[in-house]
């Protein structure tokens, strides 16, 4: 495992990265509505990154190993759909629940985040599961601080997730990032506290917790990107890029819109 310190410059450089992703969110939020397609959420992000920002919407064309490159500049899990939502001539309906996940690209630097959208009258259900994977979220960013271990994040998501009745996805996790979109550490949110490796000022990486209604297990849809619930159960996924501090964590990707953490959590 290479886990890069980053540099006094690299880290305002991803300041800036992570400010545009979450400037991105509060721009779109006021379109998704009942109505919309995730087609045209994706075109508005898209014009909104390039024409605005000036920056590169990192998963356009991005193609990892063994996938056929992502044809879309954002991805939208509706409902069941875990992760890697492809955007297309879908409609949003009322009640439906969607994360939006923006990676941006300014100066060789990436910004991460995405949050999670309730589409016109959520239900009960359905608000509870999007405010339980949100505090999930924050409490693996609660622990993060020189010497905790990476254990501490997973299990502190996975005791909150299953004490309230869900479960916790395990074939995806958080990540390092930089001047690459994926580096080490994995950032898995299950797990046991005082395991894995020791966090140092300068490591960046992100948390973002897929939390599911009913069972954990998943399947991958024939797009070859889009990841659903095997049991059709809702999905939620909230993320933050952030940064190891000589004194605990600072968070790359606030901006005016972004949702602030629970007064419960320390």
């Known amino acids: 495992m290479s886990i890069t310190i980053k540099t006094p410059e690299e880290i305002e450089k991803m300041r ?18 009942p109505g919309v397609t995730t087609e045209e959420l994706d075109k508005l992000c898209h014009d909104y990154m390039v024409d605005v920002q000036n920056c ?39 009640g439906d629940i969607v994360n939006l996940d923006i990676t941006t690209i300014k100066d060789g630097y990436h910004g991460d985040t995405s949050r999670m959208f309730i589409v016109g009258e959520g239900s009960i259900q359905a608000k ?15 622990v993060v601080k020189p010497g ?39 950032v898995v949110h299950y797990g046991k506290a005082g395991t894995g490796i ?19 297990a998943i399947r991958e849809m024939s797009d070859g990107w889009t990841i659903v619930t095997k049991d059709r159960s809702l999905s939620a996924q909230w993320e933050h890029t952030l940064l190891v501090t000589e004194t605990g964590y600072e968070i790359m990707t606030l901006s005016a819109g972004s ?8």
């Open 16 to 33: 800036v990265a992570g400010r545009l992703a979450a400037e991105v969110l509060d721009y779109i939020e006021p379109f998704v509505k």
């Open 56 to 94: 590169i919407p990192a998963p356009l064309n991005y193609a990892p190993s063994g996938y056929d490159p992502y044809p879309k500049s954002i991805c939208t899990s509706i409902n069941q759909q875990v992760c890697h939502g492809v955007p297309s001539d879908r409609v949003l309906k009322n």
């Open 128 to 142: 509870r599961l999007c405010q339980i994977t949100f505090e999930c979220m924050w409490l693996g960013i609660s």
């Open 148 to 186: 905790a271990h990476l254990g501490d994040i997973g299990a502190i998501i996975q005791k909150h997730a299953e004490n309230n009745g869900y479960s916790v996805v395990r074939e995806f996790c958080g990540h390092g990032i930089g001047a690459k979109f994926h580096e080490d550490p994995q």
């Open 198 to 216: 020791k966090l140092e000022a300068g490591m960046m990486f992100t948390i973002e917790p897929m939390i599911n209604a009913g069972k954990a």
């Open 259 to 266: 949702r602030p953490k629970p007064d419960w959590i320390a």
